[in-house]
């Protein structure tokens, strides 16, 4: 298994990159590493090189603030369009980025492909439950527009990647909305309900976003509009959540010994409730594997990236996708 890192993207990037590139090829090394970048500033960093982690080189960069479609059009060289082109081209099974998710969405269009049968490729990150299940959610962010097809493309490859990526029998996909009952929602999630209730999935509903946290699905469905809003809305109340215990915590001393005791729990909890420890969401719907990374991705966050990507090809995603959509045209 070949998996191509953008060793360019990121707010961190290219240091944090080059170490979780380190890490994961140190502990897998059932996988060779590629890393895409800039040679002559990639190789001064690297303080130790597994014989299963490579540079491949690319001398551009595109940059959080470039226009997608221009950067990917014009940038041929960049370290995203070239981690792109070698998955295009077989010479990587998988790639990697923590870059602009405008220009990787453009990457993964233009230049991966998409899958036959799908429309419209969804972002699909992890979001924690109190369960430790955590929820697929998609799309979260790829299109501010969907379509009610759409809604159904992305419920059948959410619960194909929640079966073969993590080992669910029967995924219970929910349709994000207002209210539970079958009428509720806008234009789109009342067309969108009839088609989820005919695909062969485990489809248990309407669920409202107070409920999404709680476990009430395995998969939930909802147009990349409503989806970054909610995941948005999620990060900045965790964010704000911390930051308010900290404060009360260092009020008094009384409060600081309280925090002394309760800090391996909270500690626990703000993992449960960080991002990095999922890695990255992938875009499904291409025609190969691209995983985005947040874009403040640290190395741990990096290397769980590559844990990701491993396992999903171990499990062949992208292959089952294809022949699940191919077998049963949820656009007709």
């Known amino acids: 298994m070949r998996i191509a890192i953008d060793a360019m993207g990121g707010d961190h990037a290219p240091l944090c990159n080059v170490q979780g590139a ?37 001398s551009e960069v595109i940059e959080a603030e470039d226009e997608p479609v221009k950067a990917v059009r014009r940038k041929k060289d960049s370290s995203m369009v070239v981690a792109g082109r070698m998955v295009k081209e077989g010479t990587a099974d998988a790639m990697i980025s923590a870059g602009n998710t405008g220009a990787l969405m453009t990457t993964g269009l233009l230049v991966v492909g998409r899958m036959e049968g799908i429309e419209r490729p969804g972002l699909a990150p992890m979001i924690p439950t109190i369960d430790d299940r955590g929820v697929l959610a998609l799309d979260l962010g790829a299109n501010m527009d969907a379509a009610p097809e759409h809604l159904a493309q992305y419920a059948m490859m959410g619960s194909i990647y ?127 594997l691209v995983v985005k990374g947040h874009g403040s991705s640290d190395a741990g966050a990096i290397k769980n990236a590559v844990r990701q990507a491993r396992v999903a090809l171990q499990s062949r995603l992208i292959e089952s996708i294809s022949q699940e959509i191919s077998g049963k045209r949820v656009t007709e």
């Open 22 to 58: 380190i890490s994961a090829a140190k502990e897998w090394p059932d996988i060779e590493v590629l890393l895409v970048g800039d040679r002559a500033v990639l190789e001064p960093l690297m303080n130790e090189k597994p014989v299963n982690l490579k540079i491949e080189h690319a």
């Open 162 to 288: 929640r079966t073969k990526v993590h080992g669910l029998k029967q995924p219970r996909v929910g349709l994000l909305n207002v209210g539970t009952e079958a009428k509720k929602g806008n234009e789109l999630t009342k067309a969108a309900y009839p088609l989820l209730e005919q695909l062969p999935v485990h489809f248990v509903g309407n669920v409202e976003a107070r409920d999404v946290l709680s476990g009430a699905c395995d998969v939930l469905v909802c147009d990349g509009f409503a989806g970054n809003i909610l995941l948005k809305s999620l990060e900045g109340t965790a964010g704000t959540l911390f930051s308010i215990l900290k404060q009360e915590f260092t009020k008094t001393f009384m409060n600081k010994m309280a925090a002394a005791v309760l800090m391996p729990s909270l500690r626990g909890l703000k993992s449960k409730l960080d991002y990095k420890e999922h890695g990255g969401a992938p875009l499904l719907g291409l025609s190969g």
